[in-house]
């Protein structure tokens, strides 16, 4: 299965290299060089179709419990002073993604969306210390009935020209549901209260949906 953001894309991979495939066989040569050829229009297309899966998954639900809204890696566990939107010292946790990882935004708690503002900004490497408030990113608050606001931020990296989000204030959303989309790695920053158990160390893989960040259990 895949992400509707990739289908315009996928759908050119699929010409050009059906296109390159035809083109190699008319007018390249030796053989070997044909094969060569092919080998390299095939890893394209394996690259984007597994850039774009969109795997089916569904959060547990359970409203003490806020699960990881991306796949990625661990990178940041620390206390900020985040000033966008609480103006305040808040909890950060950072999730890295590598262009193998998938790519959807996943809500991490269920609830209202109280706040969705995109940024436009620069492309810093998104493990940056300054990607956070200075790239491209786009912010949203999602009110939960156990944590309060809980905040989550994607932010495009050197790779990541687009990122979509589909929040829009007012609407009541599902913990693991869709929630946007970033084009070719980046990050997702996540803020929580200072006195939050956090349930994942640095470093750790975890899986959009389904790994949980923080539970009050």
Request: charged residues 20%; hydrophobic residues 45%; proline residues 4%.
């Amino acid at each position: 299965m895949f992400h509707k953001e990739g289908y315009t894309i996928i759908i050119i991979t699929l010409l050009v290299v059906a296109i390159g495939f035809v083109s190699t066989q008319t007018w390249v040569s030796p053989v070997w060089l044909q094969y060569v050829c092919y080998a390299a229009l095939t890893i394209l297309l394996i690259l984007i179709l597994q850039f774009f899966r969109n795997p089916t998954r569904k959060a547990a639900g359970n409203i003490e419990e806020i699960v990881s809204p991306v796949d990625g890696k661990v990178v940041v566990i620390e206390e900020v002073f985040e000033k966008e939107y609480f103006k305040e010292k808040r909890l950060q946790v950072s999730i890295f993604m590598s262009p193998l990882n998938v790519h959807v935004t996943r809500y991490p708690a269920g609830g209202e969306v109280v706040y969705s503002k995109y940024h436009p900004g620069k492309y810093l490497v998104a493990w940056h210390p300054k990607a956070s408030e200075e790239n491209e990113r786009t912010t949203v608050v999602v009110r939960s009935t156990t944590f309060g606001d809980v905040l989550y931020r994607q932010i495009a990296g050197a790779l990541a020209k687009r990122i979509v989000n589909y929040a829009k204030e007012g609407e009541t959303v599902v913990q693991g549901d869709d929630s946007g989309f970033i084009k070719f790695g980046s990050r997702v920053d996540v803020f929580l209260p200072l006195d939050t158990p956090i349930a994942v160390k640095l470093n750790q893989k975890v899986k959009g949906a389904q790994s949980v960040i923080v539970t009050l259990k």
